[in-house]
């Protein structure tokens, strides 16, 4: 399939892109790693009049260490993240995701900034920086840009609360606490490796073992990625041994309008984001230290 023509323009700053973002509004669209943007156009699901190739913005691709925790370009790689020793250090079940999506070419290509603007429902990402409480820097023209807490930027299937001529620029990712345990665990569609469910699990333990805070993530479920309110509320304060591990993660699925598609029914993913819920919390739990 052949997109329908549009203009390319490849600026080489955040400011520049903004500039041509504002000129075009609704008609252009942001291209980063292309991998859900190029096969849309292709189907003409999209048809943009302009296409703003973010790649050629260098100040876009970076990963910074930040007060013991981690700041990401927009446009930094699945690749630069699952291969960066700092995120393996910062925030492990970052790189752990990131290394799980696809296969080699998607990650060399596909980037954070274009997986957490896209919100695939299937995307693998968005719960794990659910998890991890990260924050996302926006950039505009008019100098208008947000940082936005990631609990209020995943509002519906493919839709985010970015604003009309907003760049996506970073994800600030702040440092785990001492005594936590990170884990993702995904149920990858056999094909294209995008979860049918994945749930990432931020736990952080007190000294008498008991859990002192967590964080639960969920994508592949729903319409969009979720946290799972009343797992954590089950896990919080509790020793995590397997019959209140159990009970929690049989929550999982609680308040998720479950997504029924020929790839699994509503009930199937039910089923599955408590067992992934299950599998990331003992994970999660035994890596807290
Ligand atoms: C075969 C295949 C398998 C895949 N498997 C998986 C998988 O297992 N797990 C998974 O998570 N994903 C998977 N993906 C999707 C992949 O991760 C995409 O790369 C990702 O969803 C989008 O990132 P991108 O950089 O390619 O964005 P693009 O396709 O370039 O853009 C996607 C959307 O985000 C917007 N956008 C991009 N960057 C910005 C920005 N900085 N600011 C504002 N808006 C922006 C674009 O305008 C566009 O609307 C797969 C894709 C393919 C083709």
């Known amino acids: 399939m ?17 500039k041509l973002l504002a000129k075009h509004g609704d008609d252009a669209k942001l291209l980063a790693g292309g991998h859900s943007l190029i096969p849309l156009m292709k189907l003409r699901l999209a048809q943009p009049k302009a296409v703003i190739d973010l790649r050629g913005v260098s100040e876009l691709s970076y990963i910074k ?5 981690l700041s990401i370009g927009a446009t930094t790689t699945y690749y630069q993240i699952t291969s960066s020793r700092a995120v393996a250090k910062a925030a ?4 752990e995701a990131a290394g799980m999506v696809a296969d080699v070419q998607v990650r060399n290509m596909g980037t954070i900034g274009g997986s957490l603007s896209h919100a695939d429902p299937a995307g693998d990402l968005p719960a794990v ?3 991890l409480n990260a924050s996302i820097s926006t950039a505009t023209s008019a100098g208008k840009g947000r940082t936005v807490p990631i609990d209020s930027w995943f509002v519906g299937l493919l839709t985010t609360s970015i ?3 907003e760049i996506v620029t970073g994800v600030s990712i ?19 490796r995008y979860a049918i469910v ?3 699990a931020v736990i952080t333990l007190d000294t008498s073992g008991a859990c002192k805070d967590v964080r639960i993530g969920v994508t592949g479920a729903g319409p969009h990625a979720v946290r799972a309110a ?4 089950a896990l919080k304060g509790k020793k995590l041994d397997e019959a209140t591990i159990q009970k929690a993660a049989g929550a999982a699925a609680d308040g998720i309008d479950c997504l029924s598609d020929v790839h699994a029914s509503a009930e199937y993913r039910t089923h599955l984001t408590k067992v992934c819920a299950m599998r990331a919390i003992q994970k999660a739990a035994s890596r807290a230290k």
């Open 163 to 165: 604003k009309p001529g």
């Open 230 to 233: 009343k797992t954590e509320a």
């Open 198 to 200: 994945g749930v990432a």
């Open 129 to 131: 920086v659910l998890a």
């Open 92 to 95: 492990p079940v970052l790189a």
């Open 65 to 69: 260490e930040a007060s013991g925790g």
């Open 174 to 192: 702040p440092a785990l606490a001492h005594m936590t345990g990170t884990a993702y665990e995904k149920f990858a569609n056999k094909a294209s």
């Open 2 to 18: 052949i997109p329908a023509a549009f203009e390319y323009y490849a600026p080489t700053t955040v400011a520049e892109a903004a």
